[in-house]
Structure formats: C-alpha cells, structure tokens
C-alpha cells in the first residue's frame, strides 16, 4: 500500500513569521513510517513545517508542494498528526487529499488531541475517515496490510451513521522491537543543520532522539498518558548508544536533544546511559540536554550527567507558588524548584526553565512569586507559555460544555492571553492587564533575546532592529545578567 503521512501545522493567521524554527525530526510519525516501510510499504513523509521554512513561508508554494506529492504518490491511505492547534489545517488536508486522489483514499488522524477528541474530528471533518486512539504502529500497519477497521485495535471508525470504537491496542512494550527510524526519509541536511532551538541557543548541528514513552506523573494540564499510556517504557541503552554513534558518524552533529518526557525517569538507568557513554567515549564527542523533574535531581545523577557530555537540563518549574503547584498536580514545592537550580548551578549546568502564567485559580501573588524566582535562578533559557485547557486534559474537562464548544484550538499554537478561557483568580481584565504587562517587560526581552541569538550575524539587517529593540526595554529587563550578543 502507499502512504502519505503528514504532519500540519496551526492555522496561517496564528504562525508567527521567523521566530521560530523547529528542528525536530517528528519521532512520532517517524517510528510510524519506518514500521510501514519495514513491513513492504510504500511509505512518504511531508512535513508542513519543514516545507514552509524551505519556501520562506511562501504558503501558495508549500502548498503547491503538497498537491504535487498526492498528484505523483497518489496514496492509499494518508495520515494526519495533529496537535490541537492543527485541526483547522487537517480539515483542509483531508479535503484537499480526497479531492485529488478520490474517494476511496483511506484518511486518518492520530495523535493526542484525535485520541482525546476523536468523536468531535469525525463529526466535524467529513472527509477524515478514521482516527487511531492511543500509539499508532500497530493500528496504522494493521490498516495498511488490508484488514477491516472493524478487526483493528485502537481506532474509531464511521459505520451506518454512528462511530463505534474497536479494543484497544496493546502497547509495545519492549521499543527496541519497533522498527529504528529510516532517516533515509527525511532531509537530514534540513534536520542537522546548524540551529539553536534544539540545544537551545547553542548554536550546532544537533538532532532530537527520543530513549523512553511516557511520564512517571499525570499532570492536570497534560494529556500526553492517551498516546503513551500509564508508567514509562525504555529503549535499551545499547540501542541509545547505537543511535548516538550513528548521529555523529553519519550526520556529523555535535549536539543531542534527548526528548523524553522526563529523562530521569529510571535514575538508575540514566547513571547506567552515562557510564555507557563515557566508556565509548561520546561525551568526548558530543554534548547533549533533556528534561528532569525537580524532584528527579540529586548531586551524585548530575554529576554523572556532567560528566558525561551534559550541558544543559531542562526543568517544568511551571510556577514558584506552591498553591499553583498544588492545583497543577505537579507533585513538586517551591522549595523543590530551589533546589534544582542550587544543584545545577554546583554541578556546573546550564538550566532551561519552562514557565507557564494563565495557571488555574493564579493570583498576583503567584505571578508575583515566579517573577521573583527567575530573577534570583537567572537561567541561561526561559520558555514561556500561557495555559490552556487541552482536550484529554482534567483542566478541560472541567470547563462548561459551552466554553469547550466554543474553543477557537489555534489559539493554542502561540501567545494569547486566555486561550479563550480565564483559569486564573484574577478578573479578565485585571488578568489580561496583568499579563500584558509581563510579556512586555519579561517575556517579549527573552523572546528577543532568543531571536537575537538565533539570527545568523551576516544578516545585519534583521540584528541591527533585533538590538534597537532590546535596548528599549533592557533597562526594566528582570534577568540581571541580560547583556547584548556580540
């Protein structure tokens, strides 16, 4: 069988032009196509991303792009990743994937939002077919090899008017079984290119590996536990160590970003990974980050991390309120947080801080609270979002059936100050004054910055406005050791 798989992106009126430019291979689909093209498949990938960027956000050429693979390819069965921000954008997919291949071309969605919202896509986008619940190798290579969907585990389908919901799938629980990612499908030359937002603003040629599924805590804001399941699974650290040598004998980069949703999930096997790698010798080649909780970190696992070619930990500090924390269900204190950055600093890491404001029942006092905890951690880089319900999640299921209806989901790609839905304590006007107010003076000078760092210094032109904006507002900037790149 032939098949298209296709990741889409936020609505075009939400895509903030040059601010970002994402590196990630998408591991997801990857593991996806590679167990299709294992199996005989005929197997393509299109990434809406990918293609945007390569167009200078030309989007009549990026969609030209498109209808031209499904003019050539004329798949049998084409698949959508989508994240909620893209649900607009796979509506019109869909379409146009039925309009230029018939019919009878198979279209599925997958992913955490069709796994939360499966029942809502097929009701609302006609011409999506099916939509898999839960991990997709499995269900996906099931369809493609001719069976029924009513004999395949994990999927929602259309039948006689309603949509039934077949078994679930098992998951795969030993990954070294799944097919290793063909990067043959993908330009590599694109994927590890010199970049600063993989090992963010450190400017190398890096790639993103993925060594585990799953998280070891159920978060309110999170839905990732609808794909992944409950606990974690793990590659072997020999398969890890395989990919690592592989990444820098074959594509030449410097850098790893290990995307696991918590990389010291297993303490234990993380120390083990980091002997593993000094004994092969990679921290002498290569330099790489990932995520730990607060709770995770602890002088002897960062010293082996440093050790072993570690350069920078990303920490969910979400909040430096207690109470915030507490209503986030983040298992994790203030003091926790504190903790973290006091045992990095001495272990000699760079820290990542991933901050979230709009938090449910968020006071001035919390805001108030995380304002000052960044001024004293001052870390290397600052990742601010505003939250939002997202479907799968408990915070969106608490919402009024109205408000959840009436959800415009490409708000959720970027920076908007409700979502739709005020969370906070606050009033919407006290809230949104509020954080105006932030993103003037704390998030848009590291937003800045960042953008700064990232824009290649023959290009003069963008630095020199970059520069002439910093410097308006440097003087209130939070961070005491802002300075201007050179």
């Not at 603003?201 to 585990?212: C, D, G, H, K, Q």
Request: proline residues 6%; aromatic residues 8%.
């Amino acid at each position: 069988m032939r098949v298209l798989l296709i990741q889409p992106v936020p609505p075009r009126r939400y895509w903030p032009r040059g601010q970002y430019r994402s590196m990630h291979i998408p591991t997801g689909l990857a593991y996806i196509a590679s167990t299709l093209k294992r199996a005989g498949h005929e197997v393509k990938l299109h990434i809406r991303e990918e293609h945007l960027h390569k167009h200078n956000f030309d989007w009549a050429a990026a969609d030209e792009v498109l209808r031209n693979l499904l003019r050539g390819f004329r798949p049998d069965l084409v698949g959508f990743s989508v994240l909620t921000p893209a649900v607009e954008e796979t509506a019109q997919l869909a379409r146009l994937a039925k309009q230029i291949c018939g019919l009878n071309t198979i279209t599925v969605a997958g992913g955490v939002h069709p796994t939360a919202m499966g029942r809502e896509m097929l009701e609302t986008i006609p011409e999506l077919d099916l939509v898999v619940l839960g991990e997709g190798e499995m269900t996906l290579l099931e369809l493609a090899n001719g069976k029924p969907p009513a004999e395949v585990p994990g999927l929602l389908y259309r039948h006689n008017g309603g949509y039934p919901q077949t078994s679930p799938q098992p998951p795969v629980r030993d990954l070294d079984q799944l097919a290793p990612i063909d990067y043959d499908m993908f330009d590599m030359n694109y994927y590890t290119a010199p970049s600063r937002w993989l090992i963010r603003w450190l400017e190398m040629p890096a790639m993103n590996l993925r060594t585990s599924r799953g998280c070891t805590h159920r978060c309110r804001f999170c839905a990732g536990h609808l794909v992944s399941g409950l606990g974690v699974r793990f590659h072997s650290i020999e398969r890890v160590v395989e990919w690592m040598q592989m990444a820098v004998e074959r594509f030449h980069v410097r850098g790893i970003h290990f995307e696991d949703d918590t990389l010291g999930a297993n303490p234990e096997r993380l120390v083990a990974l980091c002997q593993t790698l000094r004994r092969y010798g990679l921290e002498r080649r290569l330099c790489w980050d990932g995520c730990l909780r607060v709770d995770q970190a602890s002088p002897e696992l960062l010293a082996e991390m440093k050790a072993a070619g570690c350069i920078q930990i990303e920490y969910g500090f979400e909040s430096a309120s207690d109470a915030a924390l507490r209503r986030l269900g983040k298992g994790a204190t203030a003091a926790l947080n504190r903790r973290a950055v006091e045992l990095t600093r001495r272990a000699g890491l760079r820290i990542y801080a991933d901050i979230m404001i709009g938090l449910p029942g968020e006071t001035r006092a919390d805001l108030q609270a995380t304002y000052d905890f960044l001024r004293w951690a001052a870390p290397e880089v600052v990742s601010f979002g505003i939250m939002g319900a997202l479907p799968g999640t408990p915070l969106f299921a608490a919402l009024p059936e109205e408000t959840r209806r009436s959800l415009d989901y490409g708000t959720y790609a970027y920076f908007d100050i409700t979502r739709g839905v005020n969370l906070t304590a606050m009033g919407d006007e006290e809230f949104e004054k509020t954080a105006h107010r932030l993103n003037r003076y704390f998030i848009q000078p590291w937003m800045t910055r960042q953008m700064l760092h990232d824009t290649p210094k023959d290009n003069t032109t963008v630095r020199r406005r970059l520069r002439r904006r910093l410097r308006r507002f440097l003087w209130r900037h939070p961070i005491r050791y802002a300075h201007l790149p050179r």
